[in-house]
């Protein structure tokens, strides 16, 4: 049972991704079309009109955008959020475990040294601790001691560290809060440290809330907003543009060796709705996985090709393939491949550092429109706690 677990938690250590949200590669394009949009509106014929034609384009974009990004995030990817609240999940479960199996050994222990004895106090005892334990396994919640955990965490373009300032760099905190086993509400903070800034996406904060169980043949329901949320929005602009968040249901279950899962996702203001299929399989030290989705809004079908895990030690690398039934509506933020590596270690206060181009649109080296350079890709630093 101790070892079916633990292969049960490395599964679901191997398949989170580091999630870093420093995307200022991707809007480059848009931000060169917002200049051009911003020369024509200052046009003295027609600024009135132009200046409203741009606003309602801005907020298109940015409703396009968010929605680009919460689904470019792939069904092994997980969020800051909730990629903190997985990991303590599986470190509570295999603490409890831990203690059972030595509780059991003490027992034996106790059992066989006390085999001939009459001692009927500590039998009491033993019996009174049992029930205790049985009681506190029955609790709603758990101890205070476990409802709070945060992660630290800077992120910022390679491009950034060569000498160009173009990308954002940010410090974060996420912040996780689970009273209930499986339940959790979660959030990120971000704070950009340098002089670039993006009109169309840069968030102060993210957010996400549900239940989700790592466990096989179980459901989870989990809603997540990405949107450009602002603690001081502007004017005409939502808080926590709770609206724009997207509803994922899954379920999870396993035939022979290889893990299943369904999703479906939905996002209201944009009414679109994607559904996925997944496979994965241990592959000797990797974890090999295929994706089919489904674009329901706009009949378009995707299938994604990914593998994973530790090359060595706590070297670790992954590399996905993105392939599209039609190619004309691939958004402009929807990438053909990426791939990222470092050095990762899950456990609490240990550092983690990963170069990524998960958030970059890259294109296969054959297509017309060239995808953004390696320096594009972002560099990111994270520690639990």
Do not use: C
């Amino acid at each position: 049972m101790q070892k079916r677990s633990r292969e049960l938690a490395k599964k679901a250590l191997n398949s989170q991704w580091i999630i870093d949200k420093s995307i200022a590669s991707i809007f480059k394009e848009i931000d060169n079309n917002s200049r051009a949009d911003s020369n024509v509106s200052s046009d003295k014929n027609s600024s009135n009109s132009k200046t409203i034609l741009l606003d309602k384009n801005l907020t298109q974009k940015r409703e396009d955008i968010v929605v680009d990004i919460a689904n470019i995030k792939e069904l092994e990817e997980m969020s800051d959020e909730l990629s903190l609240f997985m990991q303590n999940e599986i470190d509570s479960e295999m603490e409890s475990r831990k203690e059972s199996v030595e509780k059991q050994s003490r027992r034996k222990v106790l059992n066989s040294n006390n085999f001939n004895s009459t001692n009927s106090k500590k039998s009491k005892q033993k019996s009174n601790k049992l029930v205790k334990d049985k009681e506190m396994k029955k609790r709603f919640f758990k101890p205070l001691s476990k409802w709070f955990s945060y992660s630290l965490g800077y992120s910022t373009s390679l491009e950034n560290i060569i000498g160009e300032d173009s990308g954002r760099e940010q410090a974060k905190l996420t912040l996780n809060i689970s009273p209930i086993k499986y339940f959790f509400i979660g959030a990120t903070f971000a704070k950009t440290l340098n002089s670039v800034h993006n009109k169309y996406y840069e968030p102060d904060f993210s957010y996400t809330f549900g239940y989700s169980d790592w466990h096989q043949d179980t459901w989870s329901l989990v809603y997540s907003n990405y949107s450009d949320n602002k603690f001081s929005p502007d004017s005409g602009y939502n808080r926590f543009n709770f609206s724009s968040g997207t509803w994922d249901l899954s379920y999870k279950t396993k035939i022979k060796d290889v893990s299943l899962r369904g999703s479906l996702k939905y996002t209201p203001k944009s009414k679109k709705a994607y559904l996925s299929l997944s496979a994965s399989k241990k592959i000797y030290k990797l974890l090999g996985s295929v994706q089919y989705k489904r674009y329901l809004h706009t009949s378009q079908d995707q299938l994604t090709l990914s593998l994973k895990g530790f090359i060595y030690k706590k070297f670790y690398a992954s590399g996905s393939v993105y392939l599209y039934s039609k190619l004309n509506k691939q958004t402009s933020q929807e990438p053909d491949y990426a791939f990222s590596f470092g050095w990762k270690d899950s456990k609490k206060r240990r550092l983690t550092i990963m170069y990524s181009n998960y958030y970059t649109p890259t294109r296969f080296f054959w297509r017309k429109k060239k995808g953004p350079s390696f320096a594009k890709g972002s560099i990111s630093l994270s520690m639990r706690f």
